[in-house]
T-cell receptor, first 115, second 108 residues
Framework: DTAVSQTPKYLVTQMGNDKSIKCEQN?????MYWYKQDSKKFLKIMFS???????INETVPNRFSPKSPDKAHLNLHINSLELGDSAVYFC??????????????FGPGTRLTVL | DAKTTQPPSMDCAEGRAANLPCNHS???????VYWYRQIHSQGPQYIIH???NNETNEMASLIITEDRKSSTLILPHATLRDTAVYYC?????????FGTGTSLTVIP
């Protein structure tokens, strides 16, 4: 069973379009995250949600809007896609407070290509 | 969060121990040291973490110096499947800030 899953795995789209990436975790965790990994392989946190509430937004353009319908899902909607949005997006989850710092489980990633 | 510095790349012969160093000289007393790795095109994978004491699990050992300013991740018998980028992170709270990591290549 996949712990953290993302769909789609690949997404190719035109500049200016709006797209969504879905993430689901079956670990019972209360916190979910979105990371962006650019072409230089630098992995940077974008958002963190705890119990469906946003707790971190790391200087991400407001074209990016996370949506958490429940604790097991954190979707990422991107409006007016730009060339610079091309990257691999990773979803992750953790159980805050279980252990100090907690271990994050990552999904397989979604490779977004904007043409 | 404390900044960590790692060598950009390392090689290791298959079957030998891989020792990956990390400097975190500004680490504070409540910051844990976490290690993750990312095998090509996959999501990062948790390896091990520690605060003060050395730690060992089925994947690796973590040696933290007494002053906590540096640590070493040890893969005791490296295999080709251990080829990956290894990230050392000093963590406070729940936010991971990944650096550039060390690209480890295990050579047959």
């Amino acid at each position: 069973d996949t712990a953290v899953s993302q769909t789609p795995k690949y997404l190719v789209t035109q500049m200016g379009n709006d797209k969504s990436i879905k993430c689901e975790q079956n670990l019972g965790h209360d916190t979910m995250y979105w990371y962006k990994q650019d072409s230089k392989k630098f992995l940077k946190i974008m958002f963190s949600y705890n119990n469906k509430e946003l707790i971190i937004n790391e200087t991400v353009p407001n074209r990016f809007s996370p949506k958490s319908p429940d604790k097991a899902h954190l979707n990422l909607h991107i409006n007016s896609l730009e060339l610079g949005d091309s990257a691999v997006y990773f979803c992750a989850s953790s159980q805050v407070g279980r252990t100090p710092g907690n271990e994050q489980f990552f999904g397989p990633g979604t490779r977004l290509t904007v043409l | 969060d404390a900044k960590t510095t790692q060598p950009p790349s390392m090689d290791c012969a298959e079957g030998r121990a891989a020792n990956l160093p990390c400097n975190h000289s500004t680490i504070s007393g409540n910051e844990y040291v976490y290690w993750y790795r990312q095998i090509h095109s996959q999501g990062p994978q948790y390896i091990i973490h520690g605060l003060k004491n050395n730690e060992t699990n089925e994947m690796a050992s973590l040696i933290i110096t007494e002053d906590r300013k540096s640590s070493t991740l040890i893969l005791p018998h490296a295999t080709l499947r251990d080829t990956a980028v290894y990230y050392c992170i000093a963590l406070t709270g729940n936010q991971f800030y990944f650096g550039t990591g060390t690209s480890l290549t295990v050579i047959p």
